[in-house]
C-alpha cells in the first residue's frame, strides 16, 4: 500500500471514529433528555389521572351515589409513580415524578425513592435520588440548593413542604449513612421528618455524591391551594 494510499485510509477511519463519537455525544445530551421528559410527563400525568379518579370515587362515596368510598391513599409499588416533586430554585417550572425504588430503569423515567426509608411525610429519612446529567438532567443545579429552600412535594392529597437546612455534602458513594433515619453528617441529632436528595458528582462523573438535606416545614390539604412556596 502506498504512502497515499495508508494516509487516506487513516484519515477515512478519523473521520468514521469522529463522526460516532458526535453521535454518541448527541444522544447522551440530547436523545436521552427527550425520552426522559417524555417518560416524565407519562408518570405526571399518569399521577394526575389517578388522583382525580380516586377524589371523584371519594367525593361520591361520601354523597351516597352508590360508588363505594374511596380513601386516597398513597401506594409505594416498585418502579412506579406516587408524588411530584417542585424545587422553585430550579425555576418555577421544574417539576419532576418521585418513583419507587432506585433501579437504573427507574432513575430514567424520573427521581428514585430509596427503599427502606421513610415514607413521604413520616417521621424518619425520605431519602430520593436523580440524575444530575443525562436522562433529563433532573439535578443539573443541584450545587445551587442554600439553606431555607424549598422542596414541595405532593401526593395528590396533601403539600408536604421541606426546607434545606445546608448548602450540599460532598461525599463518598459508599457513605451510605447519609440516607440513615437520623442522617449521618446532616447536623441533625434526633429523630425528625426529614428528606434526603442525592446525586453525582462531578458534573459529568460518578466518583462522588453530592447530598442535600431538609426538614419537614409544613403541609396543608391539595384542597387548600399551593403552598405559599409555589406561588409566584
Given at each position: 500500500?502506498?504512502?497515499?494510499?495508508?494516509?487516506?485510509?487513516?484519515?477515512?477511519?478519523?473521520?468514521?471514529?469522529?463522526?460516532v463519537i458526535v453521535l454518541f455525544v448527541?444522544?447522551?445530551?440530547?436523545?436521552?433528555?427527550?425520552?426522559?421528559?417524555?417518560?416524565?410527563?407519562?408518570?405526571?400525568?399518569?399521577?394526575?389521572?389517578?388522583?382525580?379518579?380516586?377524589?371523584?370515587?371519594?367525593?361520591?362515596?361520601?354523597?351516597?351515589?352508590?360508588?363505594?368510598?374511596?380513601?386516597?391513599?398513597?401506594?409505594?409499588?416498585?418502579?412506579?409513580?406516587?408524588?411530584?416533586?417542585?424545587?422553585?430554585?430550579?425555576?418555577?417550572?421544574?417539576?419532576?415524578?418521585?418513583?419507587?425504588?432506585?433501579?437504573?430503569?427507574?432513575?430514567?423515567?424520573?427521581?428514585?425513592?430509596?427503599?427502606?426509608?421513610?415514607?413521604?411525610?413520616?417521621?424518619?429519612?425520605?431519602?430520593?435520588?436523580?440524575?444530575?446529567?443525562?436522562?433529563?438532567?433532573?439535578?443539573?443545579?443541584?450545587?445551587?440548593?442554600?439553606?431555607?429552600?424549598?422542596?414541595?412535594?405532593?401526593?395528590?392529597?396533601?403539600?408536604?413542604?421541606?426546607?434545606?437546612?445546608?448548602?450540599?455534602?460532598?461525599?463518598?458513594?459508599?457513605?451510605?449513612?447519609?440516607?440513615?433515619?437520623?442522617?449521618?453528617?446532616?447536623?441533625?441529632?434526633?429523630?425528625?421528618?426529614?428528606?434526603?436528595?442525592?446525586?453525582?458528582?462531578?458534573?459529568?462523573?460518578?466518583?462522588?455524591?453530592?447530598?442535600?438535606?431538609?426538614?419537614?416545614?409544613?403541609?396543608?390539604?391539595?384542597?387548600?391551594?399551593?403552598?405559599?412556596?409555589?406561588?409566584?
Open positions: 500500500m502506498s504512502v497515499r494510499a495508508l494516509v487516506r485510509t487513516v484519515s477515512e477511519l478519523c473521520i468514521t471514529v469522529g463522526t448527541v444522544y447522551v445530551l440530547f436523545w436521552t433528555g427527550v425520552k426522559a421528559d417524555r417518560a416524565m410527563d407519562h408518570q405526571i400525568d399518569r399521577l394526575q389521572d389517578q388522583w382525580a379518579e380516586q377524589s371523584l370515587a371519594a367525593r361520591d362515596g361520601k354523597s351516597g351515589r352508590g360508588a363505594p368510598l374511596l380513601a386516597l391513599h398513597t401506594k409505594y409499588e416498585d418502579g412506579k409513580p406516587f408524588a411530584v416533586m417542585y424545587i422553585p430554585r430550579f425555576g418555577f417550572t421544574w417539576n419532576k415524578p418521585v418513583l419507587q425504588g432506585t433501579a437504573t430503569g427507574t432513575l430514567k423515567k424520573g427521581l428514585g425513592h430509596y427503599a427502606r426509608t421513610a415514607q413521604l411525610g413520616q417521621k424518619g429519612n425520605f431519602a430520593v435520588a436523580g440524575h444530575r446529567r443525562t436522562y433529563g438532567d433532573p439535578f443539573k443545579d443541584f450545587p445551587e440548593l442554600r439553606p431555607g429552600d424549598a422542596v414541595v412535594l405532593t401526593d395528590g392529597t396533601t403539600w408536604f413542604t421541606y426546607r434545606i437546612d445546608r448548602k450540599p455534602y460532598r461525599t463518598l458513594p459508599a457513605d451510605i449513612g447519609v440516607i440513615d433515619p437520623v442522617p449521618r453528617g446532616s447536623g441533625y441529632r434526633e429523630p425528625g421528618r426529614y428528606l434526603t436528595l442525592t446525586t453525582c458528582e462531578p458534573e459529568w462523573g460518578h466518583s462522588h455524591r453530592l447530598i442535600a438535606w431538609a426538614h419537614l416545614d409544613a403541609t396543608q390539604p391539595v384542597e387548600a391551594g399551593k403552598p405559599e412556596a409555589l406561588r409566584r
